[in-house]
């Protein structure tokens, strides 16, 4: 059980963090920048959450994923690979986790109204941040793979896990907007009502 009783300790005024293991790093370290973005996309789930009250169902998905990425979090923070004679194991992302993200998207996809075209992030305030939360996650998957470029210990698996995250967080949001019913669609070289000259 993690506990902390002070809040402030001083110690990233030079501007290094310190990880589960190893060396303080730069604040602007990959690690740290991939696992900061993790905790964004983690935030801004928590703002869609605000827009659940009537579909109960993604509230509790939702909050599993918010736990888990704090477990995709904890792995991005523990660098190198484990000592075999360590008493506790690293907590890291495990394909079990990946998988119920897959089951959740075949669930909820099959309720949807199939595309025309692709989907404007848009529609509900739900779908709206569901989008945004999408595209944040995207971000994290895409400096998770640097890091994993840079570091091959990354674990593969919080890749995976977060390319999964994105496409559930698309579907979500379409069954946000009575299940693809009131998708924003794209209309190609839509201009408006543009008046020459």
Known sequence: ???????????????????????????????IEAYGT????????????????????????????????????????????????AQYPSLRVRPIQTQYLEDQIDLFNADLAPLRSFVLPGGSALAANLHVARTVTRRAERIVVELASAEPDTNPEAVRYLNRLSDLLFVLSRTANGNGAADVLWVPGNHGDVKKG
């Open 1 to 31: 059980m993690v506990k902390l009783n002070v809040i402030y300790t001083k110690t990233g005024d030079d501007g290094t963090t310190g990880l589960v293991r190893g060396p303080r790093r730069p604040k602007f370290d990959l690690r």
């Open 38 to 85: 993790v905790d964004e996309a983690n935030a801004q789930i928590g703002v869609a959450r605000l827009h659940t009250d009537t579909l109960p169902a993604i509230d509790a998905l939702l909050a599993r994923v918010q736990n888990d990425l704090f477990d995709v979090g904890s792995d991005l923070a523990t660098p190198g690979a484990d000592d075999p004679a």
